[in-house]
């Protein structure tokens, strides 16, 4: 499951080239990418913001072409409970006022039964299996 830092990597205009080297490397491996609703949410209203009409449509693109995970009502209600583990535990992951999309990702990436591929595995990782892209599976 990808997190949208990994997700904005691949619809950005000049991708990175050691990521796409990595991720043509995983698909050519078997590796099936699954993009979180959240994930496109996150990313696609900051395309959108910036005014990057060609990397919205490559996202598009994207979802097309991988499994989209969609947001569902078992999800977000999983997602409140580990908003309130987290914070009663005193690690949250968002200021409390924000959409906390770390919680929804984490729980969608729960109910899914995948691993998150992200640059965030300090807030992901007190949930679910993560992984930061340039480390080896494992």
Known sequence: MLDAGP????VHPHP????AE???A??????AFIIP???????????????LG???????GLIDSLAFWPLNTPAMRRAAELWAIARNRGRPTADPRELDCDVILAAQAEQAGAEVITENTGHLGLFVPVRHWKAPRG
């Open 54 to 60: 060609a990397s919205v449509r490559r996202l598009d």
């Open 26 to 31: 995983q698909r050519d491996a078997g590796v």
């Open 22 to 24: 990595w991720y043509s």
């Open 37 to 51: 609703e959240i994930a496109d949410f996150e990313l696609r209203r900051e395309l959108i913001r910036a005014g």
């Open 16 to 19: 990175n080239r050691e990521f």
């Open 7 to 10: 997700l904005g990597m691949l």
